[in-house]
């Protein structure tokens, strides 16, 4: 599946994996990494990624998440732990794959769908959550 390639490869040049307990002194912690470098875990991947293809539009980024064109949805890896992914149309993407794939190619990496996907309420919650938090000094 090949698709959005330009705003794959900016977000996987300046990419590096973090997690929040390491960052932000929280377990859970998303957000849309607007600045390079973009450090963060598999949330912030998926929302930054959604971002980019949305123009860098808040707008645009919405409405894909409240019409269903776009998700963030929830998988379990091989390693059996929740990992969140970006659902674009016909196409999955996350930071493992670090390019849009079909779903088969998501389940030979071990995850399997956990049927929860965040409702773009939560999404907006939870990123409101994490705006309001402060950051790990």
């Known amino acids: 599946v090949v698709m959005f390639e ?8 300046t990419w590096a994996y973090k997690y929040d307990l390491d960052q932000f002194a929280s377990k859970d912690h998303w957000r849309i990494m607007k600045e390079h470098p973009h450090v963060g875990d598999c949330e912030d991947y998926a929302l930054t990624l ?13 409405w894909k998440l409240f019409t ?12 059996n732990v929740g990992h969140a992914v970006l659902r674009y ?21 071990g995850h399997k769908k956990d049927g929860l ?9 939870k990123l409101l ?8 000094k």
């Open 68 to 79: 269903f064109q776009a998700q963030i949805r929830r998988v379990i890896t091989k390693n």
């Open 89 to 109: 149309g016909d196409a999955w993407a996350d930071n493992w794959t670090r390019k849009f794939v079909n779903w088969e190619e998501m389940e030979a990496l």
């Open 50 to 62: 959604l971002w980019l293809i949305c123009d860098k539009s808040m707008l645009k980024f919405w």
């Open 6 to 13: 330009k705003e794959v490869r900016e977000l996987n040049s």
């Open 129 to 136: 959550i994490a705006k309001f938090s402060k950051k790990k």
């Open 117 to 125: 996907h965040y409702w773009p309420l939560t999404v907006a919650i």
